[in-house]
């Protein structure tokens, strides 16, 4: 096992911060917005653009399924800078290790407060225990012991191996009254796993996507990240040559999951292996695109619009959760565009939150107030 290359000299990465506010900004409402165009202006581009932002029901792929993966490959980027900033400072693995474990608990207890308030805690059965920020914490946790103990050749075995075994283990363990390699909502192992080994309360009733089983292809995306995260920190290598890697390694990823899914289909509810490679190369070829225009071109000013949001993307996530931001827009700007076809309204509420988050967040931002774990 080795440790890291020792820390290059701290340099933040605006693309990063660009694109993890782009994502964020799909999640705290654009994505909303986009959605309720559908059927509304008559133009079939902009109803095929917004039925991008609804979750197909089970196999098959939209850009909405992309935006989770997305943070994960981001949240993977941001670590070795995070990590090797504290070995620069003196800590010891073990310290790293526990400071990783804490931020995992941390969330794994605001994302249960998240996913059930208010919270039924007379009635365990009816608590979900897993969701969004708990798979943030998880895969952090486990990423940040095999960043600390691989080189970036054996975490490329890890993630590799990782999905290999997932395939593996859908397709050849026999799940009781379905058999070996059933995909269906109620016959895949995934499935079978979530119902006799996660305690309380599953989304989809006969499985929940963010249960246990797919805590392994998911961390993939944050294992995935380091990686890319190893390309940037190479000093040796141009800006130029760092984008060309970046490039041919999101485009071989994209490759293999879309030939990978002729077989194992691909499919955000099972976080199928051809799911990961798709939306891994996804994120590797978004991340060069937003690095070559931000870091290589240098076209910056647009960026603090979505600098805003990524600086406090904890924040807004569980705003979102605890804020009617809807209703505030209503009472806000319902004077504004009362006047206009009813079922116009939900739009201009919609695009009223989403301008009512962004000033929220830019106040902390000016104040300098940024929430982390």
């Given at each position: ?15 990063i911060?660009?694109?993890r ?14 959605f ?51 070995l ?9 290790y526990w ?7 941390i969330l ?11 919270t ?54 026999p ?14 192992l995934?499935g ?11 989304l ?12 392994i ?9 380091t ?10 290598l141009?800006?130029?040559h ?19 899914g002729?077989?194992f ?32 071109l ?16 904890l ?19 319902e ?12 739009v201009f ?8 988050v ?10 300098k107030?940024f929430i982390?774990?």
């Amino acid at each position: 096992m080795q440790t890291p290359e020792p820390p290059v000299p701290s340099k933040r990465i605006l693309s990063i911060d660009t694109l993890r506010g782009f994502d964020m900004l799909m999640i705290s409402g654009a994505g909303s917005f986009i959605f309720l165009l559908h059927g509304k202006t008559g133009l079939p581009w902009v109803d095929a653009l917004a039925m991008q932002f609804e979750h197909p029901p089970w196999n098959g792929f939209t850009f909405y399924d992309f935006i989770f993966p997305l943070f994960l490959f981001l949240a993977g980027m941001s670590l070795p800078f995070s990590v090797n900033k504290g070995l620069d400072q003196g800590l010891s693995k073990s310290q790293i290790y526990w400071k990783a474990f804490k931020r995992m608990m941390i969330l794994i207890a605001l994302g249960i407060l998240d996913k059930n308030a208010p919270t039924p805690y007379f009635d365990w059965s009816q608590i979900r225990f897993v969701g969004v920020l708990q798979r943030i914490g998880f895969a952090g946790f486990i990423v940040t012991i095999l960043y600390l103990n691989f080189n970036e050749r054996k975490r490329i075995i890890w993630f590799v191996s990782l999905l290999l075994f997932y395939y593996a283990a859908m397709f050849l363990i026999p799940v009781p009254g379905y058999g070996a390699g059933n995909l269906s909502m109620e016959g895949n192992l995934h499935g079978w796993i979530d119902r006799h080994f996660l305690p309380g309360r599953l989304l989809q009733k006969t499985y929940d996507e963010n249960g246990l089983f797919t805590q392994i292809p998911a961390l993939c995306l944050t294992l995935l990240g380091t990686l890319a995260s190893d390309i940037l920190r190479k000093e040796t290598l141009s800006d130029q040559h760092k984008l060309r890697y970046l490039v041919i390694a999101g485009a071989s990823c994209l490759g293999v999951g879309l030939l990978w899914g002729l077989h194992f289909p691909i499919n955000k509810h099972l976080w199928s292996s051809s799911f990961i490679c798709l939306t891994g190369g996804m994120a590797l070829l978004s991340f060069s695109l937003f690095y070559w225009v931000i870091d290589i071109l240098k076209y910056r000013k647009w960026t603090f619009f979505f600098i805003v949001i990524g600086m406090n993307s904890l924040t807004i996530y569980l705003a979102y959760r605890f804020i009617d931001f809807g209703h505030t827009s209503q009472l806000l700007f319902e004077g504004l565009y009362s006047w206009t076809p009813e079922p116009w309204h939900p739009v201009f509420e919609s695009l009223g939150a989403l301008v009512i988050v962004w000033v929220f967040l830019y106040v902390l931002y000016r104040r300098k107030i940024f929430i982390k774990i």
